[in-house]
Every structure is written in structure tokens, then in C-alpha cells.
């Protein structure tokens, strides 16, 4: 990413297994059980500071998929019906997507850990806190050389890289959720989502 590389780690596994949690655990008191986000925000950032020759900004998203509806998370306005019912344009991005400047790892996880209490979970028979909806979690990094005072005012060329951070919903037989109702066409959706990607 820090190349200007884009790149996209998934999750995918049954309701339960762990995805969650192995992605998007903070850690807390415990930093050796954080998940793979968090120390991939906290090394981004570390990285970041210690390159003299350029300098970065950092830029963070998160969206979510339900019942075949993208919702952006982060949009100021989100609790009263802002950022719903996002399109999706040919290559898979979302224009309107609400993209927040973070200056620090602090500062870009307390982002994602807000979005993620939006996020939407239910309680299953297989699952006590079953997520839902596709999580989607996006840093964007753009690097411009350091310029010197002889090169101010000149044009530089800057990279552009996007990491994509994907907990997916889990799979799940709907004999053995139990789930009715809304539940049960969450799970349609989840299922047959899964299904697409193969």
C-alpha cells in the first residue's frame, strides 16, 4: 500500500469460526490477541513516520453490505438515514463514500471501532453475535516526495495505494440457525452473496 499498490485481505468462513475477531479484535490489555487490523494500522503508521524522504497521508472508509444495500459508516449523518443505499460504480467503487484524514493509528482505529457499532449483528442459534451484514474497511495511503526548498512550487508525482479490510458475513445453514423472518432474509442475502464470490 505504501507502494502504491492496492491490495484486499477477506475473511470468509461459517458464522462463529473466528473472522471477526481475528481481523478486528483491538486487543486491549491484551495487544498479542489484536487482530490483523489494528497491527495493520499500528505498522502503517510507524513505517510512515520513521521515512524522511516522503511524506503520507492517510486515509480511512468503511462501508457495510446488508441485504444487498451498501451503507457508508462513516458518514456524520449516518443515524438519521445519511450514506444509505450507496451505488456502486463499474470497478467496485463507491462514489459518496465518506473518506476521513487520520494523522495517527489512534485516530484511524477509533474511526473503524465507531463504525463498527453500526454494523449489523444478531443472535442465532449457531452464532450469539452474528454478524449480518460484509464489513468493509478501507485505508488509503497517498505518498508524495518530500520536496526542498529548491523544489517548491514544482509539480510531484504522488502514489496512491488502497488496502480493503473485508469481514464477511458467515456462511450459515438456516436449519441449524433457527433463524426466521428478517434473519432468515439476512441469511438468503449472506448466502447467496457468498455464493458469488465462489
Request: proline share 3%; aromatic share 6%; net charge positive.
Amino acid at each position: 500500500v505504501m507502494r502504491g499498490i492496492n491490495g484486499t485481505i477477506m475473511a470468509y468462513g461459517q458464522t462463529g469460526s473466528g473472522k471477526t475477531f481475528s481481523l478486528l479484535n483491538p486487543g486491549g490489555a491484551e495487544p498479542e490477541t489484536a487482530g490483523l487490523l489494528p497491527r495493520l494500522v499500528a505498522t502503517l503508521f510507524v513505517r510512515t513516520m520513521v521515512d524522511a524522504s516522503n511524506v503520507y497521508t492517510v486515509e480511512a472508509a468503511a462501508s457495510q453490505v446488508y441485504n444487498e444495500q451498501v451503507d457508508d459508516l462513516c458518514h456524520p449523518d449516518y443515524k438519521n438515514g445519511g450514506g444509505h443505499n450507496l451505488s456502486v460504480a463499474t470497478g467496485g467503487s463507491v462514489p459518496g463514500l465518506t473518506w476521513t484524514r487520520c494523522m495517527a493509528a489512534d485516530e484511524l482505529l477509533a474511526l473503524f471501532q465507531n463504525a463498527r457499532r453500526t454494523l449489523v449483528y444478531a443472535e442465532t442459534r449457531m452464532n450469539k453475535a452474528s454478524s449480518r451484514s460484509h464489513a468493509v474497511f478501507q485505508i488509503r495511503v497517498t505518498k508524495r516526495p518530500r520536496a526542498s526548498a529548491a523544489q517548491r512550487g514544482q509539480t510531484v508525482r504522488a502514489t496512491v495505494g488502497q488496502l480493503s479490510v473485508v469481514d464477511l458475513a458467515g456462511s450459515e445453514r438456516v436449519k441449524r440457525s433457527g433463524v426466521v423472518g428478517q434473519q432468515l432474509k439476512e441469511a438468503v442475502n449472506i448466502n447467496g452473496s457468498l455464493l458469488a464470490l465462489g
